[in-house]
């Protein structure tokens, strides 16, 4: 375009454009968009000497010379405009010579404003970035240069169709576009990549410019990187370095000696990092949103956009790969007509046939580079907006209301997590097809119009009817789709609440019925994914034989018409064919996914749309304004705003600093409501509330993160070791960190499984202690300890270190009330008395009910202590029942601390949660074979090869039929009937389509089946695994599998083994169409596989690694939400929503950082892949034009050059490492699916007889229990016999081993040694379910599902209404269920939450009731009641059990009184075993001593 000569003559000017106006146009257009360019460059630097000039100088002036690329951009720009020049008095001295005709005036122009142009360019590099403080080129050029290399490759493809239609051209032409085309590259890769060296280290300069708020909501806010860690490569890579991948070669290499764990793998750029994308897109969706923080009414267009807007650079990058890649790939076929006259033409010159075979070299190479760097960004632009996603979701989650809560579970949550992000993300691949199909389409109508005229009409009808007859397919798979996505939530929240919840259903024996109606909602499920499968299969045949129908009608056409079909015609419409045939195959996948996405979008929205906590509920005062700590005044509280019913009503009350105020009240009288509105949780109906200073908060339901337990107690703050050691004096921790394998160092399971009740709320209190607050908030936090642990932290913390504080405490200690300066009794929402002990002991009823309860167990106390003979008190002596000699006790203690020491792990296997497993090397051809054969045996998979097979035969056949029974040129006359012709090629196009179908078909219903067996599977041996394995394996673990692993079985793993299953059929078709020219060709292909596979081996050493990786570091995303989620009361009212979200950001960087290097991997590999098969191409077309004229058909030759467009390897090592990657779903579903399971729930020849057990007659025998084989022994031989219709106490300090005892007589925790047996019966010899289902427990941490109050009470429905009212009326909740509209059926949201604590375990002694056993334990059932209702339950206990044997785990020694026999246990081991009455006697004796210090505390 740039260059040309004329000769002497007239007659030949411009002889190389033999179309003057088309030469006129494209100079016009140069020279017109150079000369806007001008102007606009002019335009933009006036504006900006005259509108900041103060702005320049007020900033620091940097001599930016360090701007990667400048003075290669420059230099380039001025050669450009030198050489332009050297153009431009070439042709004014040949217009001198000659007439000066339009052409030559218009080219004139045109090269003297390019030579002005890229002078002004270079000038204004110069001035702008060589003394300024800009650390990009500026926009303009960018833009300018994106546009030149667009234009400069259009002229290239212009001048190739004008070479080959007309005459050839000037060599200096040539030249010339070759020189744009590579300066045009080298600016758009600048224009994308050319940054400052040091722009990492901007957010060192930038924040003297902005205020620190700005810089926390902006992307500085967490911009630092740590030192020392390895950055990518990928950041500081050269150009080569990037164009061919080759900065993962180190890691490869690494991967390839080694296997790869996280700490190999680099950390990502700063630009990439979770917090630093979060902070762009916040920002975007914030100015999207007119500056509402995500906040607010966000819709679907509005995060669209941001996601578009935080991502424009990898999108327009995409784009301009996407286009270059769409012209290179159709400039092929169009030049396929054009090879076969030359191989038919005898007299062509050879330079012209190997300019062919260049030209196809070349477009093959352009279009396997930019598919690659297209793929790559595509891949980036998918990991920000899953970051994004997931930072914005978790972020919303931290501050979503308790109303919201309730209608949006945790379970709906991970799904959003774990489902809807991932599509989201995924759907990157597919944005860039919305615009790219119908943009080839016309690109292949037009190829078809220059080939077959009037026949593209007929291709361009039956193209439009396909994309018309997906409308009704589109709409039924989004219904389909959105239905899909409702069943899957349902399931997800009953799996997420059972497997919460596990301890609770295998104690009650309700395991199985759960897992029953799990598999019921899976079925549901199951039968909307059939539907979208064969709806998306179906819509894949049609689209997939779409342009067989196409090349159908257009050929049929031609021969009605009488158009003359040709070799080379057919071939180029074949090729253009072949390549519309991924946009038409594509097509129903973009709209599927355009379709779900839009589905995931709208459920994020509405998850981002629900209420957050009110803002501004709390006033806070400045400190030392006011003496007010705490102010309520009319004060009206609704948990839902929308009722009219209030939670609080008529608040009015004043607490001063340094006051400690009790609050009390009879069970659901709204105690820790109280708190929750102080805290600013409750929405808030009218009223003010004050608080004046920092608050922190003791939940009455113990929150613990998973960690470390020293980590739980800092909970964010600095270590200070003099003030941690007080605190765990204080909290009574030593003793049991001692006992702990690690001390402070060991890890808390999940919801801190392995602490006992006391020892979870021991380490909230320490948290507490340690964050120094101003204001304590305190809900019941005495309930879960024992007697004496209890009365230590009344005393080290309420009245020692928090002496000076303001401290308000929910209790239902009576004894604790007396040192409160305030008391505030509670009754259905309002405060009925306030006031000191004294004062509201003389003037109330409520209050003396309380007090009065709480004095007769007294008395019945000292009654005992007084030594009163009781009837029904039974000491059985010859049992060996009196353990508790002195010289016994002191053994003991003489030996816990050897046993202890003996016992004591220390380091990693000491912990009980243990490291995710992954497997290592590479996935065992087991797994594959697992999952072909487990569906009908896999009897279908020959089947599906066939007809595969047959597909690939009967393609190839149609294609050879249409290109050897047409002529080569139109001088040749056809062989056979234009009828013949149409109707053979029929035939064969619906042979294909049927072998289509039927693959399609069998593919979708064996993965179906797949599926549901894996499914049915895993979670039998999930539901029928030990207690152990929930122990020690965070529920994020299970729920990754069951959600994301099960998602991709459900879908993606058919579709890519169908995927795999074309590409390899397809590339030995191509292969065999090449070979079957010559033989000799395979001399090309062999070395090319081999090294193909070698590449393939080096590379999957990584990459496997990778991508395991990336799974097993999904799991702590979704398992860090749903903890933040349950204490996301307490994250708030300890000001650590930051913490917490930089805690996900570094968990989301620990899952994007291998998916991000998985990615690099995959492209390094392709790359490689592609220029093999480039290369392996070129010599092949080289070979073909080598033969001899004639040997040949030149047809055949053009058929095995139209396959040769399409060769490569790529595409079958792509699709199998997809499926590699998908298939390790499959692995890690089968790991789970080979839990070692649980003793069986039934035993046919061990079964009990039906009334047992009769007596309840409990005998253990040198009893040995551990949690974990690698952890230390709990119980430590012990033995004890509980006679039959006993009322048993055990007591003993929190940590001490009785909660334990109970997971034995269970069998939750098999015995390491020792034995069972209840009523003559060994417990170990029977199934689970006969002895579960016999005993009765109400447990320590009260549980209740989401569902109705009866479903609660009688899940296995075998009670009537009657009995189920009766045992409400028995343990007191009857009058409070009958005020609610519902009655039985009344609402229990998620986790109980719209029930208090104290209604959700008087509902688990429903259940106790209702089940009238012979074996009952309540493990501190009493907790958290009040002393009324806890003095009816227990007589209500004695009157309908008075012949069973109840054995009481109890923290007050009023619970455990009206009693047979007390043991005590410490440490594991028996310390006391008797009757209350002779234990008392024994003054010396610990249970003497906690019964005494209980009496006296409160005396006191």
């Known amino acids: 375009m740039d260059g040309f000569e004329e000769s002497k003559s007239d007659r030949i000017i411009w002889i190389f454009f033999p179309q003057p106006s088309t030469t006129i146009f494209l100079h016009g257009f140069s020279a017109s968009s150079h000369l806007i360019l001008l102007l606009v460059l002019s335009i933009s630097w006036v504006y900006k000497r005259c509108t900041i ?109 004008l070479y080959w239609e007309h005459s050839p051209l000037p060599f200096r032409l040539w030249v010339s576009d070759a020189a744009s085309i590579i300066v045009g590259l080298f600016f758009s890769y600048v224009e994308l990549f050319g940054k400052g060296k040091e722009d990492e280290d901007i957010h060192l300069v930038e924040p003297l410019l902005i205020n620190s708020s700005s810089r926390n909501n902006g992307d500085f806010g967490h911009g630092s990187r740590v030192c020392g860690e390895s950055v990518t490569p990928y950041e500081n890579a050269n150009f080569l370095s990037i164009f061919t991948f080759s900065w993962m070669g180190p890691l490869l290499a690494l991967g390839y000696r080694k296997t790869l764990n996280l700490e190999d793998v680099p950390q990502l750029a700063n630009c990439d990092s979770a917090n630093v994308v979060f902070g762009r897109f916040r920002n975007k969706l914030g100015y999207v949103g007119n500056g509402n923080d995500n906040g607010g009414q966000i819709s679907t267009q509005k995060l669209v956009e941001a996601l578009i807007f935080s991502t424009w650079k990898e999108i327009i990058l995409a784009a301009l790969f996407s286009i270059l890649c769409t012209l290179a790939s159709y400039v092929g076929p169009y030049l396929i007509d054009a090879f076969v006259h030359y191989l038919n033409s005898p007299h062509q010159l050879n330079y012209k046939g190997y300019a062919l075979v260049f030209s196809f070299f070349i477009l093959k190479l352009i279009k396997c580079l930019f598919e690659r760097h297209l793929s790559f960004q595509l891949r980036k632009m998918a990991m920000r907006v899953r970051v994004s996603l997931f930072a914005i979701i978790y972020k919303k989650g931290l501050r979503l209301s308790s109303q919201s809560k309730q209608s949006h579970t945790c379970g709906e949550s991970i799904n959003l997590m774990s489902v809807d992000v991932e599509r989201t993300g995924f759907f990157s691949w597919y944005l860039h097809d919305i615009w790219r199909v119908p943009v080839q389409v016309i690109l292949a109508l037009l190829i078809l119009y220059k080939s077959l005229g009037l026949a593209s009409l007929a291709a361009l009808v039956a193209t439009v009817i396909l994309m018309l007859a997906n409308v009704p397919l589109g709409k039924l798979h989004e219904k389909f789709q959105g239905k899909l996505m409702d069943s899957k939530d349902r399931r997800m929240k009953a799996t997420t609440e059972a497997l919460r919840n596990m301890r609770i259903l295998k104690l009650q024996g309700w395991d199985m019925k759960f897992l029953a109606k799990i598999i019921e909602l899976r079925n549901s499920e199951t039968r909307k994914l059939k539907k979208l499968l064969y709806t998306s299969a179906m819509t894949a045949f049609v689209y997939l034989c779409a342009p067989m129908f196409v090349s159908m009608v257009t050929f049929g056409f031609c021969i009605l018409m009488g158009i003359p079909l040709e070799s080379g015609k057919i071939l180029s419409a074949l090729a253009t064919f072949e390549i519309l045939q991924g946009s038409i195959y594509n097509l129903p996948d973009t709209i599927s996914m355009v379709i779900q996405t839009k589905v995931s979008l709208g459920r994020i929205v509405s998850f981002l749309c629900l209420d957050d906590l009110q803002p501004n509920i709390v006033y806070k005062l400045s400190k030392d304004s006011a003496k007010v700590a705490v102010e309520i005044v009319k004060g009206n509280f609704s948990w839902d705003h929308h009722s009219s019913e209030l939670t609080l009503k008529d608040l009015n009350f004043q607490v001063y600093h340094g006051m400690r105020v009790a609050v009390c009240g009879s069970v659901g009288s709204g105690k820790s409501s109280l708190l929750s509105c102080i805290l600013g949780e409750v929405p808030k109906i009218s009223g003010t509330i004050k608080l004046n200073g920092t608050k922190a908060y003791v939940s009455q339901s113990p929150w613990i993160q998973s960690g470390k337990i020293v980590d739980n107690i800092l909970f964010g703050k600095e270590m200070d070791k003099e003030r941690y050691e007080m605190i765990l004096e204080a909290c009574s921790l030593k003793k049991d960190l001692e006992l702990c394998g690690s001390g402070d160092q060991t890890i808390i399971g999940e919801r801190g499984i392995n602490l006992s009740g006391g020892q979870k709320q021991r380490i909230q209190i320490a948290r507490v202690l340690y964050h120094d607050a101003d204001i304590y908030l305190l809900d019941d936090p005495f309930s879960a300890v024992d007697a004496h642990t209890g009365t230590h932290l009344f005393k080290e913390c309420l009245l020692g270190i928090l002496g000076s504080k303001t401290v308000i405490y929910v209790t239902h200690q009576v004894e604790f009330l007396q040192s409160a300066d305030l008391i505030l009794v509670l009754k259905d929402g309002t405060i009925t008395q306030a006031g000191k002990y004294e004062e509201i002991l003389i003037s109330g009823t409520k209050f003396m009910e309380l007090v009065g309860a709480h004095k007769k167990a007294l008395a019945d106390l000292n009654y005992i202590k007084h030594g009163a003979a009781l009837d029904n008190l039974i000491t059985d002596e010859k049992n060996g029942n009196m353990l508790y000699s ?89 062989h056979i009937k234009g009828s013949t012709l149409i109707f053979v090629y029929i035939a064969l196009i619906f042979g294909s389509s049927l072998c289509v179908f039927i693959r399609s078909m069998l593919i979708v219903t064996a993965g179906y089946k797949t599926a549901t067996l894996l499914f049915n599977k895993m979670h039998l041996c999930i539901f029928r695994a030990p207690m152990s394995f929930f122990d020690s394996t965070p529920s994020g673990r299970i729920l990754n599998r069951v959600s994301i692993d099960q998602s991709a079985v459900d879908t993606s793993i058919p579709r890519q083994i169908e995927e795999l299953l074309i590409s390899i059929i397809g590339f030995l078709g191509t292969a065999a169409v090449m070979s079957q020219v010559a033989w000799k060709m395979l001399i090309v292909f062999i070395p090319m596989i081999v090294t193909c596979i070698w590449y393939s081996q080096y590379y999957i050493s990584a990459a496997r690694e990778l991508s395991r990786l990336a799974g097993v570091f999904h799991a702590p995303i979704l398992q860090h939400f749903a903890e933040s989620s349950l204490g996301s009361t307490t994250i708030r009212c300890f000001d650590q929503e930051e913490r917490f979200m930089d805690t996900n950001f570094k968990l989301v960087d620990g899952y994007i950082r291998p998916k991000f290097h998985f990615s690099g991997a995959m492209e390094w590999l392709c790359f490689r892949m592609d220029m093999l098969a480039s290369i392996t191409y070129a010599f092949c077309l080289v070979f073909l034009i080598s033969m001899p004229k004639g040997v040949l058909n030149p047809g055949v030759i053009g058929l095995a050059v139209t396959y040769g467009l399409s060769l490569s390897m790529q595409g079958v090592v792509w699709d199998f490492s997809i499926l590699e990657n998908k298939i390790i779903s499959v692995e890690r579903i089968m790991q789970y699916a080979n839990i070692p399971s649980e003793p069986p729930l039934l035993v046919e020849e061990n079964r009990p007889g039906h009334g047992w057990p009769s007596k309840g007659t409990v005998d253990f025998v040198d009893l040995q229990v551990r949690y974990a084989p690698h952890l230390p022994l709990v119980l430590r031989d012990l033995t004890c016999i509980f006679p039959g219709g006993m009322k048993i106490g055990i007591v003993g300090r929190t940590g001490s081993g009785k909660s334990t005892l109970v997971q034995a007589l269970f069998r939750m925790l098999e015995p390491a040694a020792g034995q069972i047996w209840i009523d003559g019966i060994n417990i170990s010899k029977i199934g689970l379910h006969d002895l579960r289902s016999r005993l009765s427990i109400i447990p320590q941490d009260p549980t209740m599902f989401e569902g109705t109050l009866r479903s609660n009470l009688d899940p296995l429905e075998e009670y009537t209404d009657e009995q189920i009212w009766e045992a409400l009326d028995r343990c007191q909740l009857g009058d409070e269920v009958r005020k609610k509209e519902g009655k039985l059926d009344s609402i229990v949201t998620e986790n109980g939450e719209n029930w208090s604590m104290g209604q959700r375990q008087l509902v688990c002694l429903g259940r106790v009731l209702l089940k009238k056993s012979k074996v009952i334990i309540l493990d501190e059932a009493t907790a958290l009641v009040d002393s009324a209702t806890d003095y009816q339950i227990q007589q209500t206990l004695r009157q309908h059990f008075s012949g069973s044997t109840v054995i009481t785990i109890a923290h007050r020694i009023t619970s455990i009184l009206d009693i047979d026999m007390v043991l005590l246990i410490d440490n594991g081991l028996v310390l006391e075993y008797d009757s209350p009455t002779k234990l008392l006697q024994m003054k010396s004796l610990s249970f003497a001593k906690l019964v005494k210090e209980y009496t006296h505390r409160f005396s006191s």
């Open 53 to 161: 000039p103060t702005l320049e100088k007020s900033k620091p002036m940097l001599k930016n010379t360090y701007v990667l690329y400048y003075w290669p951009a420059f230099i380039s720009c001025m050669l450009l405009s030198f050489y332009d020049l050297l153009l431009c008095i070439l042709t004014y001295l040949s217009g001198y010579r000659h007439d000066w005709s339009d052409l030559k005036f218009i080219c004139q122009l045109d090269f003297a404003f390019k030579t002005l142009t890229w002078f002004v360019i270079s000038a204004y590099l110069h001035i702008q970035l060589s003394h300024s403080s800009e650390h990009r080129f500026p926009i303009i050029l960018r833009i300018w240069w994106a546009f030149f290399f667009l234009m400069s490759f259009s002229y290239l493809v212009i001048h190739l169709v």
């Open 886 to 974: 002195k010289k016994s006790i002191q053994e003991d203690e003489e030996r816990e601390p050897k046993t202890c020491k003996t016992e004591k792990l220390v380091g990693p296997e000491g912990q009980l949660v243990q490291e995710e497993m992954r497997e290592k090397g590479g996935v065992s051809l087991l797994v594959y074979w697992k999952y072909a054969t487990a569906a009908y045996k896999g009897a279908f998979v020959p089947l599906i090869l066939l007809a595969q097979i047959f597909f690939q035969f009967l393609l190839i056949a149609s294609s050879y039929w249409m290109v050897l029974t047409t002529p080569v040129s139109e001088d040749v006359r056809p």
